[in-house]
């Protein structure tokens, strides 16, 4: 890989605080565009499954929870019994909740995010099954403030789209990550040729860098010495995902002015169209699969 091709050159990246502050802000905005369960691209396509939503709303958080699920079962597969878990850009917290649920084990989630850091809080306090196996903090995983080895396996979703330098990032994990420890992670990749004003618009609402290509990320992968376990591609559900982004926001458009504002909607209005268009002909989405070294 020549410097070029690296994600840390590929144009203008927000520092992990924008990032924060954006969610900060419009968290509750994304929120009634995407819904509340999560705030990740949603598993749209099942094979086989036939269940009915009540609104637009309903079917974005069905997809969402089905996506955490999906992942939660392949990050719980060969884990051991009691294993801490890291959930990197933990978001509003119910991924993490359902992780734990679903392992048994001990899930420490970090967000740069204080506003998603106090619902990770509500919801925490909500359950009561999970008191002392769940806990959130401020963390940026650019720097993270854990002991090396200290986890078992991570999982971050929909997380490192935003970051300026994913190698440091992925050389992060693997220092906190015990020997043979897994990392499970989504990310995005570029596909064909962009129209500035798409690209745009997509880092905008993103708060994100454009995504590099596919080729990019694995060649990534591997210099931070993790090894790949499974690759999956899942691009079906982002180009979906934009769309349901898109139509919703026009369906609520008199509500998102009337609660954010004048300003908010005159931002946004004109990013909607070439962001859902970017999603659908410029980006493929990747469940990876990792694991550090044995030794
Ligand atoms: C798209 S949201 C996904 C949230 C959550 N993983 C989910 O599935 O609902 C991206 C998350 O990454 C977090 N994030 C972004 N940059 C980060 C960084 N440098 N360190 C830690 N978290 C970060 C954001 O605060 C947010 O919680």
Redesign the pocket.
Known sequence: MTAADSSANRGPAPA?QE??AM?DRFGDLLALVLGGS???VGMFVPHGERVRAASLLGLSDLAQDRQ?EYLADVLADGLPPDARLL??????G??ALHLARRTGGRVTG????RA?LARCGERLSAAADLRGRVDFAY????RLDHADNSYDAAW????FP??ADRPAALREVRRVLRPGGRLLMTEFALRGTTVPVETEAFTQLWASPPPTAFATLLAEVEESGFRVVRIQNMTSNIALCGELMYVLYRQRRDEIEQRFGKEATAHTDPLMEPFRDFCRDHVDYYLLLLSTPES
């Open positions: 992990p990032v924060g969610y999560a705030l990740h955490t959930d990197i850009g933990c978001g509003t119910g991924p970090i967000t740069v995010s998603q963390g940026d995983v650019l971050s979703i929909d997380c935003h970051l």
